[in-house]
């Protein structure tokens, strides 16, 4: 039976705070090669975006960026243009964002609030529910069927706080079997309630060798030494949901500036269970295969960066965006300067630090002559990721794919309540 996901919370903080005091770790069983070319080959991506980006559900960003009925972003996963909205009943749509006329966008703004979209070509008009709804000159045009005609739907499921979506119309999956209960731990941060506070993009190399930053604390004290210090952890523990991981520290040094962020439990370590609290419990980077990190942070309030990397058109191109989310917006303005001050900082540790050393790492490959590259046995999140991308890729069907989830463990790496001393 499937544990409770307050208990696992807990497990994993008392797991973690065990092996901080036995100033023990967990590894991987070996260091894994990877090949030279796992960053730029391009039959690699085309897979990658074929059976990863318009087969498995991926988040679109936070419930609280779409608050109100109207709302609508549009964003770019490769060559798909999309839109995704909230309708006037409140429900969360997501469409292909290409009048079904010819082929233009319905709409080029980045985001607003509207109760239609208007083609800028012939004037072709769609509901915010997708649906046709005027076509100019229809006199002229000649008979056709409008219900049959509105923009492409993909699934979208917000669960959690979170705005879930298979991004292809013709999909025949859903969404639920992919999260393997994930979604229920990470609902304890309450994000249904959260409000939305600002939201940062950049430009990016491959969505995976950008993405591979968030997966391990070995570089932090080396790449971010003067942004989160020398002192930092270079350590992690890894608990996974399928391709979905948790990780967080067994460094219990106190009061650190990467505290909530790279989840240090000192703050209850020396607390009876009773009085553990659910936020430093949370503390950590949680991770959403393929291509979402959430991570804590305490500016100005409680809140979290959700950071999601997006493959561009092409193998050496991604675009990373960076959700601010907060438990209550800022009531004063010192808070709110404290919240930017602290956006500000984590931007710049991902853009000119580990974006910085990703250009540098895909601009040396090609021409290295590298045969591999190596995970070590302390980078097991970055194994775990680049494994899954493997056998999501080597699934052919969906009938494979829906196995090979089907058979992944759920919260492993969690030890069972009697195998760790409280």
């Given at each position: 039976?499937?544990?409770?996901?307050?208990?696992?919370?807990?497990?994993?903080?008392?797991?973690?705070?065990?092996?901080?005091?036995?100033?023990?770790?967990?590894?991987?069983?070996?260091?894994?090669?990877?090949?030279?070319?796992?960053?730029?080959?391009?039959?690699?991506?085309?897979?990658?975006?074929?059976?990863?980006?318009?087969?498995?559900?991926?988040?679109?960003?936070?419930?609280?960026?779409?608050?109100?009925?109207?709302?609508?972003?549009?964003?770019?996963?490769?060559?798909?243009?999309?839109?995704?909205?909230?309708?006037?009943?409140?429900?969360?749509?997501?469409?292909?964002?290409?009048?079904?006329?010819?082929?233009?966008?319905?709409?080029?703004?980045?985001?607003?609030?509207?109760?239609?979209?208007?083609?800028?070509?012939?004037?072709?008009?769609?509901?915010?529910?997708?649906?046709?709804?005027?076509?100019?000159?229809?006199?002229?045009?000649?008979?056709?069927?409008?219900?049959?005609?509105?923009?492409?739907?993909?699934?979208?499921?917000?669960?959690?706080?979170?705005?879930?979506?298979?991004?292809?119309?013709?999909?025949?999956?859903?969404?639920?079997?992919?999260?393997?209960?994930?979604?229920?731990?990470?609902?304890?941060?309450?994000?249904?309630?959260?409000?939305?506070?600002?939201?940062?993009?950049?430009?990016?190399?491959?969505?995976?060798?950008?993405?591979?930053?968030?997966?391990?604390?070995?570089?932090?004290?080396?790449?971010?030494?003067?942004?989160?210090?020398?002192?930092?952890?270079?350590?992690?523990?890894?608990?996974?949901?399928?391709?979905?991981?948790?990780?967080?520290?067994?460094?219990?040094?106190?009061?650190?500036?990467?505290?909530?962020?790279?989840?240090?439990?000192?703050?209850?370590?020396?607390l009876a269970e009773a009085e553990w609290d659910l936020e430093t419990m949370s503390y950590g980077v949680w991770t959403v295969f393929p291509c979402i990190s959430i991570a804590s942070f305490g500016?100005?309030?409680?809140?979290?960066?959700?950071?999601?990397?997006?493959?561009?058109?092409?193998?050496?191109?991604?675009?990373?965006?960076?959700?601010?989310?907060?438990?209550?917006?800022?009531?004063?303005?010192?808070?709110?300067?404290?919240?930017?001050?602290?956006?500000?900082?984590?931007?710049?540790?991902?853009?000119?630090?580990?974006?910085?050393?990703?250009?540098s790492a895909q601009d040396t490959l090609p021409g290295s002559r590298i045969e591999n590259l190596y995970l070590g046995r302390n980078e097991l999140g970055n194994q775990n990721f680049h494994s899954?991308?493997?056998?999501?890729?080597?699934?052919?069907?969906?009938?494979?794919?829906?196995?090979?989830?089907?058979?992944?463990?759920?919260?492993?790496?969690?030890?069972?309540?009697?195998?760790?001393?409280?």
């Amino acid at each position: 039976m499937t544990r409770e996901p307050l208990e696992l919370l807990k497990s994993m903080a008392r797991h973690a705070i065990g092996l901080g005091h036995r100033q023990s770790m967990e590894y991987a069983d070996a260091v894994m090669a990877l090949p030279g070319d796992t960053y730029s080959n391009e039959g690699q991506f085309a897979l990658e975006m074929e059976r990863i980006f318009a087969r498995l559900p991926i988040i679109l960003g936070p419930s609280c960026e779409l608050a109100n009925p109207g709302d609508f972003k549009t964003m770019k996963i490769g060559k798909a243009s999309i839109i995704v909205a909230r309708d006037k009943t409140g429900r969360m749509r997501g469409y292909i964002n290409a009048c079904r006329h010819r082929g233009v966008k319905v709409t080029q703004e980045k985001c607003g609030n509207a109760s239609r979209f208007v083609c800028p070509f012939h004037g072709w008009t769609f509901g915010i529910d997708g649906k046709l709804i005027g076509i100019s000159a229809r006199e002229d045009f000649g008979e056709i069927d409008k219900a049959a005609l509105g923009l492409r739907e993909f699934p979208v499921l917000e669960k959690a706080g979170l705005i879930w979506a298979i991004v292809n119309p013709d999909t025949k999956l859903s969404i639920e079997p992919f999260l393997k209960g994930y979604d229920d731990v990470l609902a304890l941060f309450g994000f249904a309630e959260w409000k939305f506070f600002s939201k940062r993009s950049f430009q990016c190399p491959n969505w995976k060798l950008s993405f591979d930053g968030y997966l391990e604390y070995y570089h932090v004290p080396v790449l971010h030494g003067e942004t989160f210090g020398r002192d930092t952890t270079n350590r992690a523990l890894y608990y996974t949901w399928g391709p979905h991981q948790h990780i967080k520290t067994p460094d219990l040094t106190p009061d650190h500036v990467a505290t909530e962020t790279l989840g240090y439990m000192a703050r209850i370590a020396h607390l009876a269970e009773a009085e553990w609290d659910l936020e430093t419990m949370s503390y950590g980077v949680w991770t959403v295969f393929p291509c979402i990190s959430i991570a804590s942070f305490g500016g100005g309030g409680r809140g979290v960066m959700i950071s999601q990397v997006l493959p561009g058109e092409t193998v050496g191109e991604s675009t990373t965006y960076q959700y601010y989310i907060m438990e209550n917006l800022p009531e004063t303005q010192e808070l709110a300067d404290s919240a930017e001050a602290q956006f500000a900082f984590l931007q710049e540790v991902v853009e000119r630090e580990d974006i910085a050393m990703a250009y540098s790492a895909q601009d040396t490959l090609p021409g290295s002559r590298i045969e591999n590259l190596y995970l070590g046995r302390n980078e097991l999140g970055n194994q775990n990721f680049h494994s899954w991308v493997a056998k999501v890729v080597a699934a052919e069907d969906d009938a494979a794919l829906l196995r090979l989830f089907e058979d992944a463990p759920v919260a492993h790496g969690v030890p069972p309540i009697a195998s760790v001393a409280a």
